[in-house]
């Protein structure tokens, strides 16, 4: 009987999941090149026409983004929340994703709320953002945004969100919340069969692939339960497949070969679904959870491509990306309705466009590393500081004496409670550490990435990858 990784206690994967940070920035630029090919600018249906699926289907980057959120959750925290619910360790890996997903999120929607309730009182005629359902302007509802439930009771995230393609940020905190209730059940099913589970992970993916090609689309209601649902939940099978699997030389090349083909097959499955129908193409959804498996454990090929300087830096920045892309076309397109050179068949009409699209990069660049970064490794120090004073307050309390001298008594005080520090438990402050880097991801997945581990102190693990 071959030994595991899984059976001897070992994770297969060391470091940073390069090659899966990378594919966060292909999803991510798939997702912003999907929404700009809906510019009113002329040649726009010929750059269409030329790429063809590859463009019209970047919706697809979205559910991506979900599986590869399931992968990368699954393999941070599965083992740090354990196989049974604990209210503590939940908690603390609800604010880590909220540390993750909140600071960049919330300066972005903030800025463009002001932009869209300056159109919703200056005159809109209707219309105060480019979405097919006009979003509501309340009060109540920029709350509901503001704590990333705006699509939970919406049927169609059409219109849930000011910041159009936040719906999926919202349907990825649900799964966030979600993940502490369904870790128990994984840690049960996980020694199962791989072909069972392997099985169980590609039937996830099969009523999104259904509605492609019964549908020619994703969008039926309450699909978006559907998409987050299954990508994320096959995300967390494919991981725990992977933590079953032996690395190896061979398995690495076996695995590479795979992810290769896995590419090839999906883009070739775009263009030959979109000839048999519109839409059809996106049954290709079904080989994304593939996809990351082979390129969690390659080292060749597209993964050594995605594994570069450059796309790891892309990835880690994607979540950004996906966040201030949709601001920046809104304002170009409210500006091409008022200004009609921007939509003249000029040259200068065209490069225009294209340093508006080239501008989401620095942009997210700009976010990520002024807001996003420092943003959250200010949220996940925080119950660290707030403990550190509580602490402080206590130990005060505990060497004084009812009479003002110092107390022989060195219990903690009624109503202290003791504070972690690292792998023991002290009544006195921890020692104070610097806060770990996490690489930054997420999505959608998004839109996708990790935060600081659960586990504290010096044991704590580093991030594999962002979500």
Not at 133 to 155: A, C, I, K, T
Not at 220 to 237: D, E, H, K, M, N
Not at 307 to 314: L, Q
Not at 430 to 458: D, E, I, M
Request: glycine letters at 10%; a positive charge; proline letters at 7%.
């Amino acid at each position: 009987m071959t030994t595991t990784a899984a059976d001897s206690g070992t994770r297969p994967l060391a470091g940073h999941l390069r090659a899966l940070t990378g594919l966060r920035v292909v999803a991510a630029v798939w997702v912003v090149v999907f929404h700009f090919h809906f510019t009113a600018l002329p040649g726009m249906a010929d750059v269409v026409k030329v790429a063809g699926p590859v463009v019209t289907t970047g919706a697809l980057g979205v559910d991506l983004f979900f599986v590869l959120s399931g992968f990368v959750i699954a393999y941070t925290y599965l083992d740090a929340l354990g196989p049974a619910v604990h209210v503590r360790a939940a908690a603390r890996f609800v604010w880590a994703r909220a540390a993750r997903l909140w600071p960049a999120y919330v300066v972005v929607f903030n800025l463009f709320g002001v932009w869209v309730l300056a159109r919703y009182l200056f005159g809109h005629d209707g219309v105060v953002a480019f979405q097919s359902v006009q979003p509501v302007v309340s009060v109540g509802e920029w709350v509901r945004q503001l704590f990333m439930v705006q699509l939970w009771d919406h049927s169609f995230f059409d219109g849930a969100s000011w910041v159009g393609s936040t719906w999926s940020i919202s349907a990825e905190w649900l799964a966030y919340l979600l993940f502490p209730l369904a870790a128990p059940m994984v840690h049960r099913i996980r020694r199962l069969p791989v072909p069972v589970l392997a099985v169980v992970a590609l039937a996830l993916m099969a009523p999104m692939a259904w509605a492609y090609l019964a549908l020619g689309s994703p969008y039926y209601p309450w699909s978006w339960v559907t998409r987050i649902l299954c990508g994320f939940g096959a995300g967390v099978l494919v991981c725990v497949i992977v933590r079953r699997i032996r690395v190896t030389p061979r398995a690495r090349r076996v695995a590479s070969h795979v992810a290769n083909g896995g590419v090839v097959a999906i883009v070739a499955g775009l263009w030959v679904g979109e000839r048999v129908a519109p839409g059809r193409g996106g049954v290709v959804i079904v080989l994304f959870p593939v996809l990351i498996g082979a390129l969690a454990l390659a080292d060749g090929g597209v993964a050594r491509l995605l594994s570069s300087r450059a796309f790891v830096a892309g990835g880690r920045a994607s979540y950004s990306l996906y966040l201030v892309h949709i601001p920046i076309f809104e304002v170009y397109w409210l500006a091409m309705a008022y200004v009609s050179a921007l939509w003249q068949p000029t040259v200068a009409a065209h490069l225009v466009g294209l340093a508006v699209l080239a501008l989401t990069g620095p942009t997210a660049w700009a976010l990520h590393r002024w807001v996003e970064e420092p943003g959250s490794r200010w949220m996940r120090a925080l119950p660290a500081r707030l403990a550190i004073r509580h602490n402080r307050a206590g130990r005060a309390t505990l060497h004084t004496s009812p009479g003002g001298g110092p107390s022989r008594d060195r219990r903690p005080p009624l109503g202290t409670h003791p504070v972690a520090a690292g792998p023991t438990v002290s009544y006195g402050p921890p020692r104070q550490r610097r806060p770990r880097h996490a690489a930054a991801l997420g999505v959608p997945s998004a839109l996708v990435t990790t935060g600081a581990p659960v586990a504290g102190g010096r044991h704590a693990r580093r991030p594999a990858t962002g979500v």
